[in-house]
């Protein structure tokens, strides 16, 4: 609920949001291949639309790193960086994005984010990073390196052509990362990149860096994001269209991590479709309005959280505050030397190498680590889009493999235990039934799986086992494969002279079975509610001389009959 106290610590969060991301969004630009000017556009118009139709109360939406290098690497090849064509595609990029972000959030599928691995996300921005790092060292030491290269040819160049460092170059742009570092170490609540930028600044000032071949970044205009429709050709869409679906999710990707890592500290509640539609509206409504592709930003709603802001208006506070500070200081961006910039993209890239989870993941999963290593190196040696499929579908592969395997146990009571609890019977050494195997399946019976559980239960028969008994708790879904399985199942093992059992069904589950009258087949008298019921039943069922002769007595059915 918006009232004069929120307000007032919306406007405190959106002013200090302004300050931080204007360093931020002309980085981003200069990364993105597109004049500086539009960082700012993006960071004004994005954010605004995407708090106001999303869900998140904290999420702030603009520029951000991993996006900006998608719509270089997408772009490059098409057109000059900075030209007016490239512009021209960005923004038809940007609009196609929004779109597909826009119909996803439309279809109600904002849980397709969940089956993307965490691993593709740092693989990426880890390579993402390193791509980033090595575009801006050509600014960092002052060397005119060609266009166009790929990414072992610029670092080719830059060991052939080292000893052509420009050390004036070289010197502003380490004082203004060192700067940067120190600031955010000693002051954390002072905007490090700014205060960065100014001594990087006043040290080119000093050197005249001017007549030392420094480059500047060209005077940012003092005016408004224009209206600006993109141009939606035919020929344009089919471009860039699988360029758009590829930043489309990665950019949901970000935006629902971020606003669900903030909501677990704010105790909200998301709603993910509603993100979906939010940030495909702000993309849409941002080609619109000179604004290239964004998403939600970590630090930007991170610092928006700490600051205080209660609602989603600290956006459109974040907005404004920036629209007023950039009519006041465009001028000034005339005095921003391009190696001060080099060295505050270079800090933003070092800083986007997820190091912990890289460990974490390395320790924990062997199947996570190879996504991991592949996005990372799909992403420094091919295109950019492509990288992000490739994790993704492997994310999917490896997934897949998990659910085709569910898990089967062979169980039995342990007479040890209070009420003759069933255990795993290999891991307890406990003795089974000689007439029943009892197997527990934990894992859902859908085609993929049908196949592995054909092959257990298969194995089982082969070696003479005559009754099984299926304890279902553990299968949340059966699809029609999964049901035709069980009802082959049955009749394989009546014909060899056994039984074949469920107990523990879920509701869903029966249904499935009872819709397609697969539980005629397996025999509605042997389907049972629970397994002690079932043991129960099936009991009395048994060959009477093998049980008379029978040692291991193993159920209290067997027990009460000595």
């Given at each position: 609920?918006?009232?004069?106290?929120?307000?007032r610590?919306?406007?405190?969060?959106?002013?200090?949001?302004a300050?931080?991301?204007?360093p931020?969004?002309?980085?981003?630009?200069?990364?993105?291949?597109?004049?500086?000017?539009?960082?700012?556009?993006?960071?004004?118009?994005v954010?605004i639309?995407?708090?106001l139709?999303?869900?998140?109360?904290?999420?702030?939406?603009?520029?951000?790193?991993a996006i900006?290098i998608?719509?270089f690497?997408?772009?490059?090849?098409?057109?000059?960086?900075?030209?007016?064509?490239?512009?021209?595609?960005?923004?038809?990029?940007?609009?196609?994005?929004?779109?597909?972000?826009?119909?996803l959030?439309?279809?109600?599928?904002?849980?397709?984010v969940?089956?993307v691995?965490?691993?593709?996300?740092?693989?990426?921005?880890s390579?993402?990073a390193?791509?980033?790092?090595?575009?801006?060292?050509r600014?960092v030491?002052?060397?005119?390196?060609?266009r166009?290269?790929?990414?072992?040819?610029?670092?080719?160049?830059?060991i052939?052509n080292?000893?052509?460092?420009?050390?004036?170059?070289?010197?502003?742009?380490?004082?203004?990362?060192?700067?940067?570092i120190?600031?955010k170490?000693?002051?954390p609540?002072?905007?490090?990149m700014?205060?960065?930028?100014?001594?990087?600044?006043a040290l080119?000032?000093?050197l005249?860096?001017?007549?030392?071949?420094?480059?500047?970044?060209?005077?940012?205009?003092s005016?408004?994001?224009?209206?600006?429709?993109p141009?939606?050709?035919?020929?344009?869409?089919?471009l860039?269209?699988?360029n758009?679906?590829?930043?489309?999710?990665?950019?949901?990707?970000?935006?629902?991590?971020?606003a669900?890592s903030?909501?677990?500290?704010?105790?909200?509640?998301?709603?993910?479709?509603q993100e979906?539609?939010?940030?495909?509206?702000?993309?849409?409504?941002?080609?619109?309005?000179?604004s290239?592709?964004?998403?939600g930003s970590?630090?930007?709603?991170?610092?928006?959280?700490?600051?205080?802001?209660?609602?989603?208006?600290?956006?459109?506070?974040?907005?404004?505050?920036?629209?007023?500070?950039?009519?006041?200081?465009?001028?000034?961006?005339?005095?921003?030397?391009?190696?001060a910039?080099?060295?505050?993209?270079?800090?933003v890239a070092?800083?986007?190498?997820?190091?912990?989870?890289?460990?974490q993941?390395?320790?924990?999963?062997?199947?996570?680590l190879?996504?991991?290593?592949?996005?990372?190196?799909?992403?420094?040696?091919?295109?950019?889009?492509?990288?992000?499929?490739?994790g993704?579908?492997?994310?999917m592969i490896?997934?897949?493999?998990?659910?085709?395997k569910p898990?089967?146990?062979?169980?039995?009571?342990?007479?040890?235990?209070?009420g003759?609890?069933?255990?795993?019977?290999e891991?307890?050494?406990?003795?089974?039934?000689p007439?029943?195997?009892?197997?527990?399946?934990?894992g859902s019976?859908?085609?993929?799986?049908?196949?592995?559980?054909?092959i257990?239960?298969?194995?089982l028969?082969?070696?003479?086992?005559?009754?099984?008994?299926i304890?279902?708790?553990?299968?949340?879904f059966?699809?029609?494969?999964?049901?035709?399985?069980?009802a082959n199942?049955?009749?394989?093992?009546?014909?060899?002279?056994?039984?074949?059992?469920?107990c523990?069904?879920?509701?869903?589950?029966?249904?499935?079975?009872?819709?397609?009258?697969?539980?005629?087949?397996v025999g509605?008298?042997?389907?049972?509610?629970?397994?002690?019921?079932?043991?129960?039943?099936?009991?009395?069922?048994?060959?009477r001389?093998?049980?008379?002769?029978?040692?291991?007595?193993?159920?209290?059915?067997?027990t009460s009959?000595?």
């Amino acid at each position: 609920m918006v009232t004069r106290a929120t307000v007032r610590d919306d406007v405190q969060a959106g002013i200090t949001n302004a300050v931080v991301v204007l360093p931020q969004g002309v980085a981003f630009a200069m990364i993105a291949g597109m004049p500086p000017i539009y960082g700012l556009y993006t960071a004004m118009v994005v954010p605004i639309v995407a708090a106001l139709f999303g869900s998140s109360f904290h999420l702030i939406s603009g520029p951000t790193t991993a996006i900006s290098i998608v719509v270089f690497s997408a772009i490059s090849g098409l057109a000059e960086p900075g030209t007016e064509r490239f512009i021209e595609l960005a923004l038809v990029l940007t609009f196609l994005a929004g779109a597909f972000q826009f119909l996803l959030g439309i279809a109600r599928l904002g849980t397709l984010v969940n089956f993307v691995s965490h691993s593709v996300v740092v693989g990426f921005t880890s390579g993402a990073a390193i791509l980033i790092a090595t575009s801006q060292l050509r600014h960092v030491f002052g060397l005119d390196q060609p266009r166009g290269l790929d990414f072992h040819e610029k670092w080719q160049f830059l060991i052939a052509n080292i000893p052509d460092t420009n050390l004036y170059v070289l010197l502003i742009a380490m004082v203004t990362m060192v700067t940067a570092i120190l600031v955010k170490k000693f002051t954390p609540k002072i905007p490090h990149m700014l205060v960065a930028m100014v001594v990087g600044s006043a040290l080119n000032y000093y050197l005249d860096g001017a007549s030392k071949g420094v480059a500047m970044v060209v005077e940012l205009p003092s005016k408004l994001p224009p209206f600006r429709m993109p141009e939606l050709t035919l020929d344009n869409i089919e471009l860039l269209s699988s360029n758009a679906a590829a930043i489309a999710l990665l950019g949901l990707i970000e935006a629902v991590a971020i606003a669900r890592s903030i909501a677990t500290k704010s105790h909200q509640n998301l709603d993910g479709n509603q993100e979906f539609i939010g940030q495909g509206l702000s993309n849409i409504i941002g080609s619109m309005f000179s604004s290239y592709a964004g998403s939600g930003s970590f630090t930007r709603s991170g610092i928006n959280y700490q600051s205080g802001a209660k609602t989603p208006l600290s956006a459109v506070f974040a907005a404004i505050s920036l629209a007023l500070i950039l009519l006041l200081i465009a001028p000034l961006t005339a005095y921003l030397p391009i190696p001060a910039m080099g060295g505050i993209i270079l800090l933003v890239a070092y800083n986007l190498i997820d190091v912990h989870h890289i460990k974490q993941i390395a320790k924990t999963s062997k199947s996570e680590l190879s996504v991991l290593l592949v996005t990372f190196l799909a992403t420094l040696f091919l295109h950019l889009e492509f990288a992000i499929y490739l994790g993704v579908i492997l994310s999917m592969i490896f997934y897949l493999q998990k659910t085709s395997k569910p898990r089967i146990v062979q169980i039995a009571p342990n007479p040890l235990l209070p009420g003759r609890h069933f255990q795993n019977a290999e891991d307890n050494e406990l003795t089974e039934c000689p007439q029943m195997v009892i197997l527990r399946v934990d894992g859902s019976l859908f085609f993929g799986a049908v196949e592995h559980v054909n092959i257990t239960i298969d194995e089982l028969t082969d070696q003479g086992v005559k009754n099984i008994l299926i304890i279902g708790n553990g299968i949340n879904f059966i699809d029609l494969a999964g049901a035709e399985l069980l009802a082959n199942q049955a009749k394989k093992i009546k014909a060899k002279g056994g039984g074949f059992y469920l107990c523990g069904l879920k509701k869903k589950v029966r249904e499935v079975l009872n819709s397609g009258g697969y539980d005629d087949t397996v025999g509605k008298d042997n389907i049972f509610i629970n397994k002690e019921s079932a043991i129960s039943e099936i009991y009395k069922r048994l060959d009477r001389h093998t049980c008379d002769t029978c040692e291991a007595r193993i159920f209290k059915e067997c027990t009460s009959e000595m």
